[in-house]
């Protein structure tokens, strides 16, 4: 198994920047595909990006495509989420998810159920 814990949350402006960080511990963590999603107020979770655990690919949503960059380092068993010219809109709790990969390497998930480990979410809160 691996354990997921976020960091880097808070409140900033419509406009500003935040950088989320996923810290992976148990198991060797370049074997897990990565991905962010966030629940906003009274709505459903939803997809974020996502990152293969090769570290060559990636996807993200329509509505945080040229803002948000997913990034990893292997080495250091964590993940990323740069978050830049924040909306309001983004404001949600974020979760970092990671999904065993055993055969492509270079295979990312944007489904929710296909990921088996979850972090507790880190609050991000943009003002306008």
């Known amino acids: 198994q691996v354990q997921l814990v976020e960091s880097g949350g808070g409140l900033v402006q419509a406009g500003g920047s935040l950088r989320l960080s996923c810290a992976a511990s148990?198991?060797?963590?370049?074997?897990?595909?990565m991905g962010w999603f966030r629940q906003g107020p009274g709505k459903e979770r939803e997809f974020v990006a996502a990152m293969s655990a090769s570290g060559r690919t990636t996807v993200y949503a329509d509505s945080v495509k040229g803002r948000f960059t997913i990034s990893r380092d292997n080495a250091k068993n964590t993940g990323n989420l740069q978050l830049n010219s924040l909306k309001p809109e983004d404001t949600a709790v974020y979760y970092c998810?990671?999904?065993?990969?055993?055969?492509?390497?270079?295979?990312?998930?944007?489904?929710?159920?296909?990921?088996?480990?979850w972090g507790q979410g880190t609050q991000v809160t943009v003002s306008s």
């Open positions: 998810a990671a999904r065993r990969v055993l055969v492509n390497a270079d295979s990312y998930y944007s489904t929710e159920s296909l990921y088996n480990y």
């Open positions: 148990g198991r060797t963590f370049s074997s897990y595909a």
